[in-house]
């Protein structure tokens, strides 16, 4: 039966108050926070402050040294204020990018076939590489693995060799987490050796869709949550390694850190307020187009310890070193949070840049000009990723051709064999 629009309808009408004050009641709170936010840097040194956060383990956000030269916690983006239209943005976007290759990557996935008699998944990951050249060069490619029942399914008992085993539909996501980070990790390797060979001119930059924190992976068992950590320290190491920047991509974030920090400092003022997401704070005291918070030490959980690995012989361990910022591009008032390694602030960078990580961050707010507020390469990668229902029916269709064609018994499960047909 299609969607009760008259029930859902009454249902928002009676829940009305309710949700309007969810909405509205944290005002008078986010003014307070908007106001401690501005008087952070009269507070004291980074050192300072990092010593009264010293005794908590994950107090949320650290300052970093360049927190010394600032008067404010936001860096306003000065060329936005001559901007009349999208044209200008564009034109100032395509300026900054020439020549500077961007590379995203992005994933999906086809769930287990439960209609069938035996569990396959397929997950894909595509990427996608802008060169920013005067004539358009744009690289593009998508990798699939097929996933069989060993993949998908999960033992019953205590033990991983109990007969008994049944389908797993979160280690399909599992799965797909670590093509894409290997998927992504080949093309940082070929980037640095065209970087290397000077084919490419200007420092690439790879963008991740989604966090570098993996604070998502926590509730999940210990041996699965470790390998979404070592799958995005892969990813870090690979940067690191050949110094190749890396920027996870987090759009419109809930993060608290900002928050969580403030209130540490200023318990007195905020331990027995609730904590509200940094952007809900941080969106009033930033201009329209392309502010920027200071960057800040991320230490928001354990996920942010567990991440460390080794790569081409090394050691690397980042539980000091991810950091964050926020930013604000249009529509809407949400924020995006841009987390990347702490080396980004050390290395040197090619122009006017003071470093490797303000010449990241112009060019991902380039290109997140011409996507009209999201960066236009994950927008790439993301179409090219997708796996529809279309993909999903076309992928039951080929395996059941696949086992008549070569006399594999697979079968249609009576309840999903029924479906089909009264769907036909």
């Known amino acids: 039966m299609p969607l009760d629009k008259a029930s859902v309808a009454a249902a928002l009408d009676a829940n009305i108050e309710t949700i309007r004050t969810y909405l509205e009641d944290d005002d008078d709170l986010v003014e307070r926070y908007r106001a401690a936010f501005r008087d952070l840097p009269e507070r004291g040194s980074a050192a300072d402050l990092r010593d009264e956060l010293s005794s908590f383990s994950y107090p949320g956000a650290m300052p970093i040294e360049s927190f010394d030269q600032c008067d404010s916690i936001i860096n306003h983006h000065h060329p936005s204020d001559e901007w009349k239209s999208h044209e200008a943005v564009n034109r100032w976007a395509r300026d900054l990018l020439m020549d500077v290759p961007m590379l ?16 396959l998944a397929y997950v894909q990951a595509a990427w996608c590489l802008n060169h920013h050249a005067p004539e358009g060069e744009l690289e593009r490619a998508r990798e699939g693995r097929l996933l069989g029942p060993m993949d998908v399914t999960r033992a019953g008992g205590q033990n991983d060799d109990d007969e008994y085993r049944f389908v797993d539909n979160s280690l399909v996501g599992l799965h797909r987490y670590e093509h894409e980070a290997k998927v992504l990790i080949n093309q940082i390797e ?36 470790n390998r979404y950590l070592e799958a995005v320290s892969q990813i870090l190491a690979a940067s690191q390694h050949h110094e190749i920047p890396v920027v996870g991509y987090v759009a419109g974030t809930n993060a608290i850190e900002i928050v969580k920090m403030t209130r540490l400092l200023l318990n007195e003022e905020f331990g027995s307020n609730r904590i509200i997401p940094d952007a ?9 187009w392309g502010d920027t918070t200071i960057p800040f030490l991320c230490r928001r959980d354990g996920s942010v310890d567990g991440l460390k690995t080794s790569y081409k012989g090394r050691e690397y361990e980042f539980g000091e070193e991810i950091h964050f910022t926020y930013m604000k591009v249009p529509p809407g008032t949400g924020l995006d949070r841009l987390e990347f390694p702490g080396w980004l602030l050390e290395a040197s960078a090619p122009g006017n840049y003071d470093d490797l990580y303000e010449y990241t961050l112009a060019m991902i707010r380039a290109e997140a000009g011409i996507g009209r507020g999201y960066p236009e390469v994950l927008q790439q990668a993301d179409t090219d990723a997708v796996l529809d229902q279309q993909d999903r ?32």
């Open 190 to 225: 070929e980037l640095a050796t065209a970087y290397e060979l000077g084919d490419v001119d200007r420092p690439p930059i790879v963008l991740y869709d989604g966090p570098l924190v993996v604070s998502f992976a926590n509730p999940r068992r210990p041996a699965v949550r």
């Open 280 to 288: 809900r704070v941080l969106t009033g005291m930033m201009s329209p």
């Open 393 to 424: 029916q076309q992928f039951l269709r080929l395996l059941q051709k696949w086992g008549e064609e070569n006399n594999v018994p697979i079968e249609w499960d009576a309840k999903a064999l029924s479906k089909e047909l009264r769907r036909r």
């Open 104 to 119: 995203a990557a992005d994933g999906s996935e086809i769930p287990p076939t439960t209609q069938f008699n035996v569990p």
